[in-house]
Nanobody, 127 residues
Framework: QVQLVESGGGSVQAGGSLRLSCAGSGFTRNQYSKGWFRQVPGKEREAVAVINYDDTAKYADSVQGRFTITDDKANNILYLQMNNLKPEDTAMYYC?????????????????????WGQGTQVTVSS
């Protein structure tokens, strides 16, 4: 069973940076898509960035050029480097994994592909 534990959230001012980490365990297959998602109360969980097993990465338009997703496969740690943070980035951030999938484009339904989820870490950006 895949287990995911996020860390690195916090409070920063607009323009600042944070790096989220997601420690994973229980991976039993070779090919996983992994991703970062975020959610604010009353809204659907949205895909922020996804990285496939071949290290191809996809980003939401709202974070393109500011966020970078990387996957340290040797240590099973997924990262999200977030730069030039904006107040609208404030949300609970979740990491997720999906065995045997390949995400070619992020849509409103991308979250449905992912079966394994962490507990989330809060990011708050003040203006």
């Amino acid at each position: 069973q895949v287990q995911l534990v996020e860390s690195g959230g916090g409070s920063v001012q607009a323009g600042g940076s944070l790096r989220l980490s997601c420690a994973g365990s229980g991976f039993t297959r070779n090919q996983y898509s992994k991703g970062w998602f975020r959610q604010v109360p009353g809204k659907e969980r949205e895909a922020v960035a996804v990285i496939n097993y071949d290290d191809t990465a996809k980003y939401a338009d709202s974070v393109q050029g500011r966020f970078t997703i990387t996957d340290d496969k040797a240590n099973n740690i997924l990262y999200l480097q977030m730069n030039n943070l904006k107040p609208e980035d404030t949300a609970m951030y979740y990491c997720a994994a999906s065995a045997g999938s390949y995400v070619a484009i992020l849509t409103e339904t991308t979250a449905r592909i992912f079966k394994d989820w962490g507990q989330g870490t809060q990011v708050t950006v003040s203006s």
